[in-house]
Each structure stands twice: as C-alpha cells, then as structure tokens.
T-cell receptor, first 113, second 118 residues
Framework: SAVISQKPSRDICQRGTSLTIQCQVDSQVTMMFWYRQQPGQSLTLIATANQGSEATYESGFVIDKFPISRPNLTFSTLTVSNMSPEDSSIYLC??????????FGQGTRLTVV | AQKITQTQPGMFVQEKEAVTLDCTYDTSDPSYGLFWYKQPSSGEMIFLIYQGSYDQQNATEGRYSLNFQKARKSANLVISASQLGDSAMYFCAMREQHGSSNTGKLIFGQGTTLQVKP
C-alpha cells in the first residue's frame, strides 16, 4: 500500500490570500488526484495530475484558481488561490494502488475567514 | 454517466450488532471497481474494501464484507460486530471507466453517517 503524507493538516487563512498544499507519496505513481470536500458534502474531483504534463481539470475547476504542480513521480502540490470563505473545505490528494486500491492523504482542513 | 447513490444519510447500530450500509451504482461499462471508505471526524479517508465487477465472490476484509449484487447494481457494505470506533461517515465510490481505459478517478456517493451506540 502507498503511504501519502499531506501538509498542512489544517490552516486558517485570510480571504484574498493563497495556500499551497503538498502531497508526498512513498512510491512512484503515474497519476495523482486532488479532491475537494465542502462541509457536509461528498468528495468532488478537482483535477488529475500526471508527471510531465499539465493537470487535467474537471468541470467547474480552473487552473487560475487551483494551480497544480507535479515535478516528479512522488510529489504534487495544489494551490488554492485568492481564497474566499466558499473555499473552506477539506482538500485531499489520492493515488491508485495495485489497481484494487486507492489511497488518500490525511487531508487538509482549510478555513477561510 | 456513472453515478453512485447512498440513500441512508444516517444510521444507528447497537454495539456488537451487524449493520448494512446501502450503495447502488449506475454505469454502462462492463468493467468497473467499487470501493468503500471510512471517514472519521479527523477527515482522513480510510480504505476499507474493494470489489471488482468481474470478481466471482463477495469481497471480505476482517469485519467488513461487501454484498455485491451485480444484476441489481448494488454494493452494500456489511460491518459485523460493530464497535464504538466504527462511528464515522462511510462513502461508497466507483472507479470511472471510459471504454477499456481506467481513468483512475473515483466517483463518490453522498455518504452515510454511522453511529454506534454503547
């Protein structure tokens, strides 16, 4: 199984600022995924990050708001830009395992004030 | 379009009893994977169990088993001998397929909050 370290675990940020979330995996993986979970809601995919190419964003999410980096096969970052209270959510990174598994980081609980 | 439905917003179970959490799915692809996750109040997503569409037998992992009824498109999670630590949100998810390609993306249901009573 893959071990994923996600940082920070939580943060309280001022509106208009940006926060970068880091995700480190203990093994090389092709695809990494970033999800958002708004309060009381289910998880929604923000984007898929492949090493060496631009991230692929889901409908409703744009690169200017959620820029993603994927510099190598074990690391990715998601930035939440120009934050507003509506961005208060849990953000989670995820990777595939051996085809029958999908693992998540510990999540970043973001509160925007 | 692929879809996951969990119709039970909340469930209660007595400690040491078994409980079934419902999940139905909709897909036109013959190949798919189904997952169950536990999310405690800390927010982390804990992988519980996986069922592949071609698996002949229902998946089991310790106290967790998956009641897979392919014709009904249901994949219910059964937790046996409930413990207080089982109190959490539970999500059913399906791995998205596009033809023969596995996109790796997961589509989640709305979740079920389980509370275990002492």
């Amino acid at each position: 199984s893959a071990v994923i370290s996600q940082k920070p675990s939580r943060d309280i940020c001022q509106r208009g600022t940006s926060l970068t979330i880091q995700c480190q995996v203990d093994s090389q993986v092709t695809m990494m995924f970033w999800y958002r979970q708004q309060p009381g809601q289910s998880l929604t995919l923000i984007a898929t990050a492949n090493q060496g190419s631009e991230a692929t964003y889901e409908s409703g999410f744009v690169i200017d708001k959620f820029p993603i980096s994927r510099p190598n096969l074990t690391f990715s970052t998601l930035t939440v830009s120009n934050m507003s209270p509506e961005d208060s959510s849990i953000y989670l990174c995820s990777v595939e395992g051996q085809g029958t598994e999908a693992f998540f980081g510990q999540g970043t609980r973001l509160t925007v004030v | 379009a692929q879809k996951i439905t969990q119709t039970q917003p909340g469930m209660f179970v007595q400690e040491k009893e078994a409980v079934t959490l419902d999940c139905t799915y909709d897909t036109s692809d013959p190949s798919y994977g189904l997952f169950w996750y536990k999310q405690p109040s800390s927010g982390e997503m804990i992988f519980l169990i996986y069922q592949g569409s071609y698996d002949q037998q229902n998946a089991t992992e310790g106290r967790y088993s998956l009641n897979f009824q392919k014709a009904r498109k249901s994949a219910n999670l059964v937790i046996s001998a409930s413990q207080l630590g089982d109190s959490a949100m539970y999500f059913c998810a399906m791995r998205e397929q596009h033809g023969s390609s596995n996109t790796g993306k997961l589509i989640f249901g709305q979740g079920t909050t389980l509370q275990v009573k002492p």
